[in-house]
């Protein structure tokens, strides 16, 4: 069947909620409690550990499935506006994130601040900025457009370009 990026991904997400809920199901009633001369079976809650155990196995392999079909589609296509795979752009991103954080700081920053290192001291240091405000600030906010750019050209091959993953 053919899925995009994000209905895989969606589908992980749908498979592994249903491996928890059938692992919690089976923890309930793996086991349970009766009193002394009640009636077991009375009490006896329904599991068939055979079942279950198949149910989670078959919930385990289309989990890796469906995984690995994603990482064979991340390592295979490539984002032409940014001529990288998936997988590149996946490490990228956080990388223009971090830039991104420490621009911002930088071009926040006063050219010349009072230090309070030393609070007690009768001595005033001052703290300067070592780099050009002006150019942190335009560099910023190119960072700033190119990790938009980036997001958006993997948010679009993620929602449109579909791939096979077997049943």
Known sequence: MKYTSAEAAKLVAKLQQEH???????KQSRTFLASV???VESVRPEYNYEKTKIHLLTLERKIRKVKHAINVFNAKTVIPEFD??????????PQ?????????EMANALPKTRSDE?????II????????????????EAI???LSKAQLALDSVNHTITFEIEE
């Open 125 to 140: 240091d001052y703290r300067y900025a070592n780099y050009d405000l002006k150019k942190a600030r335009n560099d910023l």
């Open 96 to 104: 223009l994130t971090k830039k991104k954080d420490k621009l911002k």
């Open 84 to 93: 990288m795979t998936i997988d590149e752009m996946l490490v990228y991103i």
């Open 118 to 122: 030393y609070p007690m001291s009768n």
């Open 144 to 146: 700033t457009e190119e």
């Open 37 to 39: 001369g009640e009636d």
């Open 20 to 26: 928890m809920n059938v692992l919690s199901l089976e």
